[in-house]
């Protein structure tokens, strides 16, 4: 599916340099016509832990990290024990042999040492740290990449250093490719890779989120920093005075969340972005929002929970918080992209839905979306998005009182905003009139109460209709249907590959939009389908149950996984023909487990 | 103490359609009355006009005023306001709640607020008393209190707004009386000409609930700032005052002075008001933005 590819492996302790020489590798691919899809298994420590970076390299785009390893650097012991035994057949371990030894490696597998004193000997005396570019001038001869662009990249990265650590570092690379060049043969990728000028740029599904944001008239983000969706925040944060987007930071969630309500009430386009637990502390002004009929967005990127549960490991398990946010009956939209193209082409969706719909639309992402980095293509990328702003009145009626909250057939009742001349309104929490005024205190009125309330509902049926159907990917016929939800649908679609190349056919439906539900078109792609297996992040299978909520369609298995790291290829493509080996009969449960190779446990506690 | 022209705005002009309901005798009608009447002489027009409150009998306040209004959540009047003077920093914002609502709730926003000195202006009609929960103890409910949740005496010790405010770094800090509706509509005018966050705590009697807070108590005890002398622009002149709770209790601006306001020193409202921009990217920066991460 990848064509031409390869994996290298950072592994080291947070702190250690491994996620800025990623970054100078990913400047490399990207500049390099290549592609590439990185994934980080970090630690909540700034320093310490044990952090687990792969960058998967290929010709053509992928999306997934993969299961190959082909390249592990270890900056530190540890990694040395736990990564270099998961090195596919033919792998390499680049380490620096004046600080660690590479005994007991499988065999089929290379150690590359690169004694750093001797080889930086003569440009004077070096920090730690700076063994990492030598390690990368290595790799780069390795994978065969074009070292001028390893030149580049460095100059990048430490341009703001200054010209003297620029050299340094140039020098510490060159050193360190031409250790490889005479040491070492090159991976067997290098020398195959179809390299061209074409550039693309880095990104993550955060990144592609606050572009977005900022392309869609976003004009009001607020945030409290909450891993992993903090991501978000740091590029709008320097980028806010040239998108022109008021950005701030509030002193709790529950202040971020009503901040974007009244802004979204006021006239902006507003925003924000949080993971599950500054989510529940949002859900009072999420039903505010439904009821005064604010738009307004809020991204959920869900970690591993519940309570504070996992801050740095992956999850789809919040769409049962997502549903139920805020009391009450109201409408709201769900909707969740899948790959980082996606995040950034939803926020034109997600704001056009907010505004012409008038409600609180709620966006999935999980850490894995948000935080993985990817090549992306500039060509891809249209900044020219279409902004609808719905139903607005700028100027008082031609007869009569303004009417904020009429009745209509489609539930949408024009809006005014505040400052205009003529549509004077009150707004209320409270269930009110057709005017705004409040019928909850001292004259409850059931009628209208009932006619309010069908008047909100009727726009969550009137959106779906708009809304594009989800369609079956893949072989129509096939005896297996996987369905998934946001950001597995990359990992199930390699799934499939895999599948294939083993002689098993299998179709996919990816879910992008959980509420409103395309039922009646979702359970007519399942009633045709032979064999349906969901999978999720989820230990209790949250889509699973949503899905036969809504369709009546129950799935004849799952394939689960919720220790916090996100699905490969092949352990999907591995539950799949577990399921058929079982037989393929209905109840099938399987929970997918990230191997962990190391014989030493690395424990936390003094001894 | 106004240095406007003559304003061709009445009171008249910001009643609402719906008439209070709040008990006969209540202290928010007084506070109704100074709002509408500051507004009227401010000559800010109805339609410039917003209005936001959280929960309470003191939040239904919007409703009876002719503006824009906003009747949000419980404890969450600050944030929302904030948000749409942030989106629109033309509109005039007031705030308006009780003590519940702001000081017990919402307490956290309320620091906030005031440090963060957003051009608010935040009336709270405190009466120590949760009223439309029907009696219960609040944040400015005095020791020994009875109420309907503490039948043996209110064992907290009350919470001191204006030393609060003054703390979190508030540049404007009033009390007012409801029973003195000129007076408060002289200090709600220069609340609203204030750049900047604006607290008046408004002694604000709750005539169903308590005994001890009433109309009468206060008339007894409160005395005009402006007319014994007082230094406003002195934190230590206000943080004394603002502790005089005993016999005399101040009334008038306890401090106000001029520092940034969060509009002046945010860059992007700095700019010009966010609500009139044009939206959205051009392809080329688009593409800018983009390359930066290539």
Redesign the interface.
Known sequence: MAGLETTVGFSGAAGDGQAAMADALALVVARSGLQLYAYNSYQSVIRGGHVWLRVRISQEEVETHGDRLDAVVALDAEAMVRHAPELSEGGVVLFNSDKLKADGLPPGRTPLPFPVKALAAALGPQLAVQQNTVLLGGLVFLLGLPVEKLVEALSKQFGKKGEPVVALNVALARAGWEHAQKSFAPLQAAGRWVLSEKRRSVMTGNEAFAMGAAAAGCGFYAAYPMTPATGVLHWLAPHAERCGIVVKQAEDEIAVANMVVGAGHAGARAMCATSGGGFALMTEAIGMAGMIEAPSVFVLVMRGGPSTGLPTKTEQADLNQAFGASQGDFPRILLAPSDVLDCFRTMEEAFNLADRWQLPVIVLSDLLLSEHNQTVDPDRFDFRFRIDRGQVVREAPAEGPFLRYRITESGVSPRAFPGTSGTVFQAGTDEHDEKGILISDVSTHPPTRRRMVEKRARKVGAALRELPPPVLEGPAGAPLTLVGWGSTRGVIREARALLAARGIEANQLAIRYLVPFHEREVAAILAGAAKTLVVENSSSGQFARHLRAETGHAAAGRILKYDGEPFTPREVADAVEGFLRAGGQPGYRHVCETPDASPVAFPRTRS | MSTLPPSPLRIEDFK???AP?WCPGCGDYGVLRAVQSAAAGLGI????L?I?SG?GCSS?L??FV????????HG?S???????K???T??TVLVTGGDGDGYGIGA??F??AARRNVDLTYLVMDNSIYGLTTGQTSPTSGLGMKTKSTPAGNAEQPLNPLTLALASGASFVARGFSGDPNHLAELVKLAIRHRGFALIDVFSPCVTYTKLNTTAFYKQRVYKLEEKGHDATSLTAATERAQELGERIPIGVLYAVERPTYEEL????R?GN??E???????E???E??????
């Open positions: 609402s359609e719906v309901d027009a109805p339609h410039e917003m936001v929960i239904n919007p409703g002719h503006s824009y209004g906003l009747h949000s959540l969450r600050l944030p929302v306001a904030t948000g749409i942030l989106a629109n033309a509109l956290g926003h620091i906030h945010d860059p992007v409202l700019a966010p609500f921009r044009p939206r959205g990217l051009s392809q920066l688009g593409l933005l983009l390359a930066e991460l290539g």
